[in-house]
């Protein structure tokens, strides 16, 4: 079945110790997303990949960064983890829009709950 | 800029009971998308409706339906004769027309705990 795919579901790490959590789709979808979630708040984007193209929210902190290397893999790399990064990370995907449709449904993968020490 | 609220932070229903999620939101945009998502306990979003600004019909599903109204601005949520694997927390979500046409992420509303007890 086409899917979102994250790995790892949970990853603990210490505090400064860059992280990098995966995606991967078989969707063939054109934009990825990478959402934070923290516990009981909604998903917060972070940035996303139109095809090679990447757009970073305003808020998004520095600490933040991403990479796609081809079109099925994104990955979302935490350079110095803080305590306040702890979250679940859901990693989203779309087609890419067309005239008819400017927007089109994302897919959620089923998110890395990540734990800082 | 957009806003999605959904006012109900937590709602509790004995199974069988018919329960409305409400979601109101704001856009300066006149084509605009939005969406319901369920979250279960294990992480996952899971995608139940899209709809565009263009289109007030509303939408039944089974057990579910969506009421759509442009002049409150609102987007509801109704689960008819509620399970107890309808338990989630629920997002309503907003997607404005990125300009030039491009993909724009989700402003989600803070979601609505629903617990239907047995």
């Known amino acids: 079945d086409a899917m979102v795919i994250q790995n790892p579901r949970y990853q603990v790490t210490q505090f400064g110790k860059p992280v990098t959590l995966s995606c991967s789709q078989t969707l063939n979808h054109n934009v990825m997303y990478w959402y934070q979630q923290k516990s009981s708040q909604a998903p917060k984007l972070l940035f996303h990949y139109y095809d090679k193209d990447f757009n970073n929210e305003a808020d998004t902190p520095d600490n933040f960064q991403s990479r796609r290397p081809n079109t099925s893999f994104c990955f979302l790399d935490i350079r110095s983890p803080g305590l306040g990064d702890a979250a679940m990370y859901l990693c989203a995907t779309s087609r890419v829009p067309g005239v008819a449709a400017p927007t089109d449904t994302q897919y959620f993968g089923p998110g890395t709950r990540l734990t800082v020490l | 800029a957009q806003k999605v609220t959904q006012a109900q932070t937590e709602i509790s229903v004995v199974e069988k009971e018919d329960v409305t999620l409400d979601c109101v939101y704001e856009t300066r945009d006149t084509t605009y998308y939005l969406f319901w998502y369920k979250q279960p306990p294990s992480g996952e979003l899971v995608f139940l409706i899209r709809?565009?600004?263009?289109?007030?019909q509303n939408e039944i599903s089974g057990r579910y339906s969506w009421n759509f109204q442009k002049s409150t601005s609102s987007f509801n949520f109704t689960i008819t004769a509620s399970q107890v694997v309808d338990s989630a927390v629920y997002f309503c979500a907003l997607s404005e027309m990125y300009s030039g046409g491009g993909a724009d992420g989700l402003t989600f509303g803070k979601g609505t705990h629903l617990i239907i007890q047995p």
């Open positions: 709809r565009n600004s263009f289109d007030e």
